[in-house]
């Protein structure tokens, strides 16, 4: 989950948290309101009613009204009580024979040295009224300013996390690695973004300065190596023409030999990806699917007849291949069969599969070998990796890196499905602009 997706997530469940909060809370509130307000015109009644008394005096049965419902009424008689009385509280009085429950304001005052007691009641039916129209007002308030802070919190976020997806983007998503190309800097007020971008851009180049030595080292060596190999299998192969040379040191000279050839196809296969790598290849080439494939069965035939396999290919003949580099494809499916044949059982069996599939072509490279375990599976393409399932004691693991430093070479992804015992599958998926 991205991160302002995160972050919206958090801010509408805590606005919720608050909704709920709030409406639960909410009738509490609106009584409370509505009570204050109750006694807030009382109060204002009771003064306007003492100014009248103070402008006009009292007179007899001047005060004593019900409204025609019963909601409200004022009172004013003669009190018998000496304390200071000034007070608002729920009482119940009985009226033309009905209990009624009202918020009665209650103050006694002096005038012409008599004692009058003034009340003025509004009934908690009437007051309760109001509870739930101004309940759902509140609601609908709330939560139009909730949507409208999620709205707002989105937008914020949105904005505020853009540098980060930016820099994401550009830095890392958007290059092959390890090249990464230009250095651009994101713009952003935010300072901690301005340290991700400068950070990331260093790590980058700190990257990028060691993947450069380890490629000039491999190419570096890989042709120095070169050089003293083909002196000492040229002094070797001298060596067999000397008519004197004791069958014993033979032998010697051949395992001598054979271990140069297996450094010699190291160091070649060291320079090819290198090579690689560093992009010294052209693809200019085009070639049908089906003479690709023939070709790589023509070179590998004698092979397959060593341990009795049996190689069938089936592709169509019009499929055509652009844009790439001839050499380097046939390296690569050379490569795929070449393990088929490795690592295939004694009259075992090996299918090759070209066809077209939603604007790409998918080759499918498919043994009955002994399959990889899922242990090993993670690190086929590992270079010097050696398997636990490697029966060959000359293989030194550079045959998948190759076919995988070809691949992204080409953009053309693989896909590997493989059970230990029970054979593999080399899928290799090309896209759409290299099929003619």
Do not use: C
């Not at 429950?101 to 009437?126: C, H």
């Not at 092959?176 to 340290?195: A, C, H, L, N």
């Not at 190999?229 to 069958?247: G, H, R, T, W």
């Amino acid at each position: 989950m991205k991160l302002n997706t995160k972050l919206t997530l958090f801010n509408a469940l805590s606005k919720l948290v608050i909704v709920i909060l709030f409406v639960s809370l909410l009738p509490m509130l609106i009584r409370n309101i509505n009570q204050n307000f109750t006694d807030y015109k009382l109060q204002k009644q009771k003064s306007k009613i003492l100014r009248i008394i103070k402008t006009s005096g009292i007179k007899e049965n001047q005060y004593a009204t019900y409204s025609p419902l019963k909601e409200e009424y004022y009172s004013l008689d003669e009190d018998s009580l000496k304390e200071r009385l000034d007070t608002i509280q729920n009482e119940k009085r009985k009226i033309e024979g009905d209990t009624i429950a009202y918020r009665i304001l209650s103050y006694n005052f002096k005038v012409n040295k008599k004692n009058y007691l003034l009340e003025i009641g509004k009934s908690i039916d009437s007051i309760d009224e109001t509870t739930t129209p101004l309940q759902n007002v509140a609601f609908v308030v709330l939560v139009g300013m909730i949507l409208l802070t999620i709205l707002a919190d989105m937008l914020y976020t949105n904005r505020v996390l853009k540098p980060l997806g930016l820099i994401i983007k550009t830095k890392l998503i958007g290059h092959t690695f390890p090249k990464f190309g230009s250095y651009k800097k994101v713009k952003t007020s935010t300072s901690d973004f301005q340290y991700l971008d400068i950070s990331i851009h260093k790590m980058i180049v700190a990257i990028e300065a060691a993947f450069q030595k380890e490629r000039e080292f491999i190419s570096n060596a890989s042709h120095e190596l070169m050089t003293p190999i083909s002196i000492l299998q040229s002094k070797i192969e001298n060596m067999f023409d000397q008519e004197d040379i004791a069958d014993e040191l033979k032998v010697r000279l051949l395992e001598m030999q054979k271990i140069l050839n297996r450094l010699k196809s190291i160091t070649k296969t060291l320079l090819l990806i290198s090579q690689i790598e560093n992009e010294q290849f052209l693809k200019e080439d085009t070639i049908l699917v089906s003479e690709l494939l023939q070709e790589v069965y023509d070179e590998i035939s004698i092979r397959l007849s060593e341990k009795n396999i049996n190689l069938n290919i089936v592709a169509a003949e019009d499929v055509t291949l652009i844009n790439i580099n001839k050499f380097l494809l046939f390296n690569l499916i050379f490569n795929l069969v070449n393990n088929a044949i490795k690592y295939n059982r004694q009259d075992g069996e090996i299918e090759i599969t070209a066809e077209k599939k939603n604007n790409t072509l998918i080759i499918n490279i498919k043994d009955t070998g002994i399959g990889i375990s899922k242990e090993d599976m993670p690190y086929i393409f590992n270079r010097f990796k050696k398997l636990k399932q490697s029966l060959q004691q000359d293989s030194f693991g550079l045959g998948l890196p190759i076919v995988k430093s070809i691949a992204e070479f080409h953009h053309i992804k693989i896909d590997v499905q493989s059970e230990k015992d029970a054979g593999s599958n080399f899928s290799l998926i090309f896209p759409a602009d290299l099929i003619g």
